[in-house]
């Protein structure tokens, strides 16, 4: 009987693991699929673009705009500044798998915590938002 039950729940966890690897390799392509359309931009016009004039550091803005990119697992030449974490950055609707929102806020608690910023009162709604608190100035 014990050799039964232990058969039956291997083969619930299989059919458990397998599934969620489907619903992975399915909804990544589908929330890449929201960038597709968009023209790349290299990092470097980027910072020119929205950060040099405000004269923060380009090497940690680069740092933090691959580790976002990489996290979410998203082109970093097609995310932009104004992307936001409830609608471009969404978790795609009907999957029921953990979203990469989830490891970039603990990314982000940990950079905080890293670099003594208070992130109680911080408001996160976009990367923008997000490099700014992070990024220090030259």
């Known amino acids: 009987m014990k050799k039964v039950m232990i058969i039956c729940l291997a083969s619930i966890l299989t059919v458990i693991g397998i599934v969620a690897i489907r619903l992975e390799r399915e909804r990544l392509p589908e929330k890449r699929q ?5 023209q790349s931009i290299s990092l470097k016009e980027i910072f020119e673009i929205y950060y040099a004039k ?3 550091n380009e090497s940690e803005f680069i740092s933090l705009w691959i580790d976002i990119a990489s996290i979410l697992e998203l082109d ?3 995310i932009r500044p104004e992307d936001r974490f409830d609608t471009e950055l969404a978790p795609v609707k009907g999957y029921m798998v953990e979203d990469e929102l989830a490891d970039l806020e603990e990314y982000f608690k ?4 890293r670099r003594g910023i208070e992130i109680c009162h911080q408001k996160i709604s976009t990367i ?3 490099i700014r608190i992070l990024t220090p100035k030259n």
């Open 54 to 56: 405000d004269s923060l």
């Open 76 to 78: 970093p030449e097609k």
């Open 110 to 113: 940990i950079q905080c915590q």
């Open 34 to 38: 929201r960038f597709q359309t968009r």
């Open 128 to 130: 923008d938002d997000f």
